[in-house]
């Protein structure tokens, strides 16, 4: 369990993790990740007071939703939600079932190979809109000024994967990082504060390239950052500690009614466990 340090947040949401089962480790898949199952969470969740998480489908599988949707179940619709992939010409009643299993909105995967494609994202979120759903958009950071004008008429909630994914990290003072500033003043957009280690150049224990940058849009929208633990770490072995990555997300915060907002409060309204 979770130590008794007074700034450390009782209960946590995490924002964005995956389940695997060893279809994911297959010669054909382009990375290698750990079979994760329910019970391996259950245990991350006890050991690191998890109270509720959304479950993010991985790439690895395509449209078939199978896995992630068996481990919302499991866990139960009181405790996790979830973010499908499907095609953006999906019928509604499709995205109905989904939604009456938990799920709450799309992701967009646009580092590679990806099943939407950035000409079919403003016409996919409208339809998304009507139907109270949000897209999470997964991209390299540097191309932010390459796609603003269309993630600008974006209509649904936007959430951006870990702390916009620069790939390598970039300084505040760029134009990229200043275009996702100025993207995220719309108040309809969200970033995720999560994988550090996936674009850090730096390297552990501090990531210092990303988390200045994380540090900032904790500071700049502190109502719509969410932690999340993004495990079980995809393509990273041996896993980093969850605990430091927690510990150091928290000295991002400097106060406990920020870290209260990044670690669960701001999840519970973007997923609708609660009411803003």
């Not at 480790?25 to 998480?53: G, R």
């Not at 990229?176 to 550090?196: A, C, D, M, P």
Request: with cysteine.
């Amino acid at each position: 369990m979770l130590d008794n340090n007074k700034f450390l947040p009782p209960r946590l949401f995490d924002a964005h993790m995956h389940f695997y089962n060893t279809v994911a480790n297959t010669a054909t898949t382009p990375f290698k990740v750990p079979v994760a199952d329910v019970n391996s969470y259950q245990q991350k969740m006890a050991e690191l007071n998890i109270e509720k998480v959304a479950v993010v489908q991985s790439m690895l599988y395509g449209t078939d939703n199978s896995v992630m949707l068996h481990g919302v179940e499991a866990l139960g619709l009181k405790r996790a939600c979830a973010i499908a992939v499907t095609k953006a010409d999906a019928p509604k009643k499709l995205w109905q079932d989904l939604d009456n299993k938990g799920v709450r909105g799309l992701r967009a995967f646009m580092l590679f190979d990806p099943l939407l494609q950035w000409s079919e994202l403003v016409e996919l979120s409208k339809r998304l809109a009507d139907i109270g759903w949000q897209l999470h958009l997964q991209m390299d950071g540097r191309k932010l000024p390459q796609y603003r004008d269309i993630i600008s008429q974006i209509a649904c909630p936007l959430v951006i994967d870990h702390v916009g994914k620069f790939i390598p990290p970039v300084k505040v003072h760029s134009d990229e990082f200043q275009t996702l500033l100025r993207l995220l003043e719309n108040e309809n957009r969200w970033v995720k504060i999560s994988g550090f280690y996936e674009t850090s150049k730096t390297g552990a224990p501090d990531y210092e390239d990303v988390t200045v940058l994380a540090r900032t849009l904790v500071s700049h929208i502190p109502d719509r950052v969410v932690w999340a633990s993004n495990w079980p770490h995809p393509n990273l072995q041996p896993p980093p500690d969850d605990l430091a990555l927690i510990e150091l997300t928290m000295r991002l915060t400097d106060t406990p009614e920020a870290a209260e907002k990044l670690f669960y409060s701001n999840a519970m309204r973007l997923y609708g466990f609660s009411k803003p």
